[in-house]
């Protein structure tokens, strides 16, 4: 099952990598692989993919070659499409899907595992509400030009380090002014907007927040231009309380962007603080730099009614800043409450956080888990309402209570993902503050799902032998395709790893089984070293 925004897209990777991967210990690491045409490479891949979804697919394109897309049913939520033969591994299988009514809502119930305990989230039917509005063009063109626009910038002494590992000469502060000189000279005429920066101190150019303009614009840019990372530490409570306490401009909606590696020690007040204020501002962050606390950026952006960001390189960054401005340009959206309308003995318990904002051109889901008996054909609402600019807007869904088995369990996992990453979440903000119950109730959801956490982590077993290995490992070439370059696409050497790679360089692999283990205090190897399967 795939959800319904308007395009989806999923990416399948055949690597084309020109690199050689060698695995430590090799006795004979500059050993040489037979490269041969892509044309004459004598592997194949057989893919197909099955869509299913509550509103009908219009459409589906790709990169590369498909069969013609085939229906399922009559009503067109449910096909299939393959991949055409002769694909010649010369790019990225990608799969675009497209689907009809996109903006409207959807409520979608799955039957809980049969193996699975009554009363657990696997056990019972879940429900996934999916919003995707489409708001009135009247309503978004009338504030269009109005707020308030208020950029705090992280300056404290970590924002100097590279901002990823393959780039080291692009730093978290470079990146960071550029994010911010991008908003900044996209702010529509008429606004207002003031700059913070901070570290142990706090800064900012305007004494109050001033009216854009070309003049203010320039003053502004060249100031930004001129800001390192020589603030010192990250107190970005200070900064944000003075920030909230200066009145807002009237009729102009204040949208606080913060922008931050997120190395500080008091989330939690930070967020509870943005929380607090959330009635006159909206908080929009911007992790800079491979390792941001997400915590911190995610945190602040749901409890202030916005949307977070992470920027980690120049890949996608005007879109990414794009799309926040985008949506702190919309008017907020206000009073959102939904309301269960279940037979009597079933109730509904909300999985997923509370919805704090809704934007045009975001999906927003919600995951609740339903309880007690019922008849077959029972059915259940929900309604959800919320008011956009002094105008109230409603939507009442339809469910069927007890709906046909799904094996896949794709909505139960996405709701356990949204229950663990809550929970996650909590726990860093308490940091120094153990949870034990919390930490069992990760465990016991991630492995009883199938999800990943932090506390857990896959091993993988090969099942096709359960002997030992005996005697040395022996090596194997594998042909691998050339594109033209000088460098094979890979190379596996004879010293056992990861069955990824197996699967990567296309070579024939054992049947492997990966199975959920609670992470413990002393080291798991991975994978399993079982039978013939290794080179």
């Given at each position: 099952m795939l959800s319904c925004s308007q395009e989806t897209q999923v990416q399948f990777l055949v690597s084309q990598t020109n690199k050689v991967f060698m695995f430590p210990g090799s006795e004979d690491a500059s050993a040489q692989v037979t490269s041969v045409p892509a044309s004459l490479v004598p592997y194949s891949?057989?893919?197909?993919?099955?869509?299913?979804?509550?509103?009908?697919?219009?459409?589906?394109?790709?990169s590369c070659?498909?069969?013609?897309?085939?229906?399922?049913?009559?009503?067109?939520?449910?096909?299939?499409?393959?991949?055409?033969?002769?694909?010649?591994?010369?790019?990225?299988?990608?799969?675009?899907?497209?689907?009809?009514?996109?903006?409207?809502?959807?409520?979608?119930?799955?039957?809980?595992?049969?193996?699975?305990?009554?009363?657990?989230?696997?056990?019972?039917?879940?429900?996934?509400?999916?919003?995707?509005?489409?708001?009135?063009q009247s309503v978004m063109s009338s504030l269009a030009s109005c707020g308030e626009f208020v950029f705090l910038m992280d300056r404290s002494g970590s924002m100097g380090c590279p901002i990823n590992n393959n780039k080291p000469q692009e730093t978290r502060i470079s990146s960071a002014?550029?994010?911010?000189?991008?908003?900044?000279?996209?702010?529509?005429?008429?606004?207002?907007?003031?700059?913070?920066?901070?570290?142990?101190?706090?800064?900012?150019?305007?004494?109050?927040?001033?009216?854009?303009?070309?003049?203010?614009m320039e003053e502004?840019?060249?100031?930004?231009?001129?800001?390192?990372?020589?603030?010192?530490?990250?107190?970005?409570?200070?900064?944000?309380?003075?920030?909230?306490?200066q009145?807002?401009?009237?009729?102009?909606?204040?949208?606080?962007?913060?922008?931050?590696?997120?190395?500080?020690?008091?989330?939690?007040?930070?967020?509870?603080?943005?929380?607090?204020?959330?009635?006159?501002?909206?908080?929009?962050?911007?992790?800079i730099g491979e390792g941001a606390s997400s915590?911190?950026?995610?945190?602040?952006?749901?409890?202030?009614?916005?949307?977070?960001?992470?920027?980690?390189?120049?890949?996608?960054?005007?879109?990414?800043?794009?799309?926040?401005l985008k949506y702190?340009?919309?008017?907020?959206?206000?009073?959102?409450?939904?309301?269960?309308?279940?037979?009597?003995?079933?109730?509904?318990?909300?999985?997923?956080?509370?919805?704090?904002?809704?934007?045009?051109?975001?999906?927003?889901?919600?995951?609740?888990?339903?309880?007690?008996?019922?008849?077959?054909?029972?059915?259940?609402s929900v309604m959800v309402k919320y008011t956009l600019a002094g105008h109230p807007s409603q939507d009442q869904l339809h469910f069927r209570l007890k709906p046909a088995e799904d094996t896949g369990l794709t909505v139960h996992r996405l709701a356990a993902r949204s229950v663990i990453r809550s929970l996650e979440s909590e726990e860093r903000q308490h940091r120094g503050q153990q949870d034990d119950e919390k930490k069992k109730k990760v465990v016991e959801l991630s492995v009883q799902s199938g999800v990943s956490s932090s506390f857990t982590a896959f091993i993988a077993v090969n099942k096709d032998n359960k002997e030992p290995i005996q005697g040395p490992l022996v090596r194997r070439n594998i042909p691998t395709p050339f594109f033209g370059g000088a460098v094979p696409m890979m190379a596996m050497c004879s010293i056992p790893g990861p069955p990824m790679a197996r699967m990567m360089c296309g070579g024939i692999q054992p049947t492997w089984e990966y199975t959920q283990v609670a992470n413990s205090d002393h080291e798991i190897p991975f994978p399993e070293r079982h039978g013939e399967g290794w080179p």
């Open positions: 891949l057989s893919f197909c993919v099955q869509v299913s979804s509550p509103r009908p697919i219009s459409k589906v394109d790709s070659s498909l069969d013609p897309l085939q229906y399922l049913n009559t009503d067109q939520t449910q096909a299939s499409v393959k991949l055409a033969a002769g694909h010649k591994f010369d790019r990225d299988v990608e799969v675009l899907i497209y689907y009809k009514d996109a903006h409207q809502p959807t409520a979608v119930v799955e039957a809980g595992q049969a193996s699975a305990k009554t009363g657990s989230l696997m056990g019972d039917p879940v429900v996934m509400v999916s919003l995707y509005p489409e708001f009135p002014r550029d994010t911010l000189l991008l908003l900044l000279k996209s702010l529509p005429m008429g606004c207002y907007f003031n700059i913070y920066s901070f570290g142990s101190t706090f800064e900012h150019i305007f004494p109050k927040s001033v009216e854009y303009s070309e003049k203010t502004a840019v060249k100031k930004v231009e001129g800001m390192d990372a020589n603030l010192g530490g990250t107190e970005i409570l200070r900064p944000l309380e003075h920030i909230f306490s009145p807002c401009v009237p009729k102009q909606p204040r949208q606080l962007f913060v922008f931050t590696d997120g190395e500080v020690e008091n989330t939690k007040d930070v967020i509870d603080l943005v929380k607090k204020n959330a009635g006159s501002h909206r908080c929009f962050s911007f992790g915590a911190l950026i995610n945190g602040l952006a749901k409890e202030g009614g916005g949307h977070p960001q992470f920027i980690s390189g120049t890949d996608r960054m005007q879109a990414k800043v794009m799309q926040s702190a340009l919309q008017p907020a959206v206000q009073d959102i409450s939904i309301t269960w309308d279940l037979p009597q003995g079933v109730s509904a318990t909300i999985l997923s956080p509370p919805i704090t904002a809704i934007f045009q051109g975001q999906r927003s889901l919600i995951y609740a888990q339903l309880t007690g008996q019922s008849s077959e054909a029972a059915e259940g």
